[in-house]
C-alpha cells in the first residue's frame, strides 16, 4: 500500500515489457502496484540505429506491513513517584508523542509524574523495511490521597450528650494526635464533663496511600449562670405596663418554668386583671442557654374615684371654700392626667368669671385610683344688654316697643334706681323732644349695668310754600319749592282730571326735581310732602298746576302725494311722527345715520290715504347722539326729514 513511482532505467528510446521475450514494448515507464504481497518482474530494452538491445529485468518486491507492537496501557502512577521508561513488545521500535506524523526515537521514554493527569504516548515496530501502526499508551498521573473532609469546630455545652466525630472519607482512620500513633478505624465520641477545648485527627486511604489528617476542633462550653432580675414588680390594675428586663445576654423569654419555646421580645405584663403571673427570662453565650431566672409581676386591684359634687357655682368676687370628696390619702391636680398631686384641696378663686375644672384622686395601698373632675363654674354679673342707643320719631307717629337683646330683661326711666318693669314701655310721641329709657339683664347672681336708650321725637316740619314749575317741554317739566334743613319730601303728581296721585319721589333732601313721562299737552298737578324721616306722612302743601307744550300736527312739506313732520326737532327720547299717504298700502320707516347706515327701521302696517300720527318710544332709546335722517315710503312713493337726537 506504499505509494509506487515509475521504473527508471539508463538507455535510448526504452521500451517496457512484463515478460522476458516476446510481447508488445511501452514507451512508457510502468508503475508498480503495492496492494498485494509478493514479488513482480519488469523488463526494459533500449534501441540504437533500429536496433534493440536485450532486455534487463528488474524485480519489484512488494513486502508486508508489520503489526503494531504489544504494549500496556493505561499505565499508573501517584503524583510524583518515580516512573521507569515505558516498554512495548515488538522489533525495531519507535517511539512517538503524536499519533501521526512527527519523528520517531528509538528511545523509550520515563513520563514525569509531577503533574496530575493523563499523557498519551505511541509506539511502532519495523521490518523488512516497513514501520507498523502505532500503540497506544495512556500514562496517568493520580493525585496523592487527601485529607478527609470535616466540620470544625464542633461545638457542645458542658454535659450535653455528644455523638461520635464524623468525616467524609475512604477507610478512615481516628488518631489523638496531629502526627505518630496509631490509627483507630472506630470514630471517637467527645467527652462533655468537662469545659475546654480537645483536638481530634482523621485521615483516609486510598490507591496512593495514606492521606495527611484533618483536624476536628471539639469545644466543650460552659453553662452561664442565669440572667440578672428584679423581682417581684407591682402594677396597679389597668395601669401602663412596660417591657421587662433582664440583665444578661441573647435573653430568651418564657412562660414557664421548664420547656416551651423561647422569645427574643421581653414581654409586656398585661394589667387589665388582679393577681399574680410569673415571667421566666434565661441567657446564652457561646451557643449554651443558662437556667431560667422568675420574675413575678403582680397587679394589685386600683380603687374607685373618690365621691365628689361634680359642679360647684360661685358668683364673682364670692368668698370660696376649698373643695372637697370622700376618700383615703386625696391628692389634688389642675390636669385631668399628669402633673403632681397635692394632699391639700384647693379653693377656687372668683375674681374671674368662667369655668375652672380640678381633680381628685385617692391612693389604696400603692394604687391610684382614677381622677374624679369638679367643676367650679364662677358667674359675673350679666352685662347691660345690647341696644339700638338712638331712635328717633317724627311727632304723632306711632311708635312701638323699645327692644334689648338680653335675658330677664328690666326696663327702667332712670339711671338707677327706680322700679323695674318686665313690659317693654312704648315712647310717646306727641310732644316733640329727648327722653331716656334704661334696660338692664339678670341672671342667677342678679341684674347687671343698665343700657340707654335715648329717644328723640322730632317735630313734623312745616309743608313747604312758594312751588313752582320751570322748563316745561312736551312731556317733562322741573319742579321747585322751598327747602327746609333737616326735612325729607316726597313729590306726588297726576293729571288734573284724575283722582290718584302718583308718587314720583320719597326721602329727597334737595328742593327740586325733575319730572319726565308726561303726555304732550296735558295738564297736571303735583305736591310736596314734608317729613322728619325718609319715609311716612307729614305736612302737605298746596297743588301746583302746569300744562306740557303741545305740538303743531301740520305738515306743510308733502311730494307726491306724502308728507311727514316730526316733533319736537332736536328729540330727546320721545317723538312724534305725523304722516300723510295719498293712497291704500303698507307704510315703512327707515332711520338713517350720517354715514348712511339703515339703523332703525319700523312699519305702520297698511294705511289707506290720509292723516295719522305714530309716538316713536322705544325707537329713539338706542340711538346715540347725533344727526339722523328719517324717510316714509308707501306703494313706491316716499319723502323724508332730517333730525337731531341729543
Known sequence: NATATPLTATGTNLLWYTTATGGTGSATAPTPVTTAVGSTTFYVSQTNNGCESPRAAIVVNINAIPAAPTAASPVTYCQNATATPLTATGTNLLWYTVATGGTGSNTAPTPLTTTIGSTNFYVSQSANGCESPRTLITVTITATTAAPTVTSPVNYCQNATATALTATGTNLLWYTSVTGGTGSTTAPTPSTTTAGTTIFYVSQTQSCGESPRAAIT?????????????????????????????????????????????????????????????????????????????????????????????????????????????????????????????????????TTAGTATFYVSQTQGTCESPRAAITV????????????????????????????????????????????????????????????????????????????????????????????????????????????????????????????????????????YNLSGLAIGGTYQWRITANCVATGTGNISAVQTFTTESRNNRIAIIKDGIGLKISPNPVSTTAIIDYIVPGSGEVTFNIIDQNGSSVKVFSEGIRTAGQYQRILLSELKSLLSGGYFIRIEQSGKSTGINFIKF
Open 218 to 350: 471539639v469545644n466543650v462550653n460552659a453553662i452561664p449562670v442565669a440572667p440578672t432580675v428584679s423581682s417581684l414588680i407591682n402594677y396597679c390594675q389597668n395601669a401602663t405596663a412596660t417591657a421587662l428586663t433582664a440583665t444578661g445576654n441573647n435573653l430568651l423569654w418564657y412562660t414557664v418554668a421548664t420547656g416551651g419555646t423561647g422569645s427574643a421580645t421581653a414581654p409586656t405584663p398585661s394589667t387589665t386583671t388582679v393577681g399574680t403571673t410569673t415571667f421566666y427570662v434565661s441567657q446564652s453565650s457561646n451557643g449554651c442557654e443558662s437556667p431560667r431566672a422568675a420574675i413575678v409581676v403582680n397587679v394589685n386591684v386600683t380603687p374607685a374615684a373618690p365621691t365628689v359634687i361634680g359642679t360647684v357655682n360661685y358668683c364673682q368676687n364670692i368668698t370660696a371654700t376649698p373643695l372637697v370628696a370622700t376618700g383615703s390619702n386625696l391628692l389634688w391636680y389642675t390636669v385631668a392626667t399628669g402633673g403632681t398631686g397635692s394632699t391639700t384641696a384647693p379653693t377656687p378663686t372668683t
Open 377 to 512: 363654674t364662677v358667674t359675673a354679673l350679666p352685662a347691660a344688654p345690647v341696644v339700638v342707643p338712638a331712635i328717633t320719631y317724627c311727632q304723632n307717629v306711632t311708635a312701638t316697643a323699645l327692644t334689648a337683646t338680653g335675658t330677664n330683661l328690666m326696663w327702667y326711666t332712670t339711671p338707677a334706681a327706680g322700679t323695674g318693669s318686665s313690659i317693654a314701655p312704648v315712647p310717646n310721641t306727641t310732644v316733640a323732644g329727648t327722653f331716656n329709657f334704661y334696660v338692664a339683664q339678670a341672671n342667677s347672681c342678679g341684674e347687671g349695668a343698665r343700657a340707654n336708650i335715648q329717644v328723640t321725637v322730632t317735630a313734623t316740619p312745616a309743608a313747604p310754600v312758594t312751588l313752582s314749575t320751570t322748563a316745561i317741554t312736551l312731556n317733562s317739566a322741573t319742579l321747585n319749592w322751598n327747602a327746609q334743613s333737616g326735612s325729607f319730601f316726597t313729590v306726588e303728581y297726576k293729571l288734573a282730571s284724575a283722582t290718584t296721585w302718583i308718587v314720583a319721589a320719597t326721602g329727597l333732601q334737595t328742593n327740586t
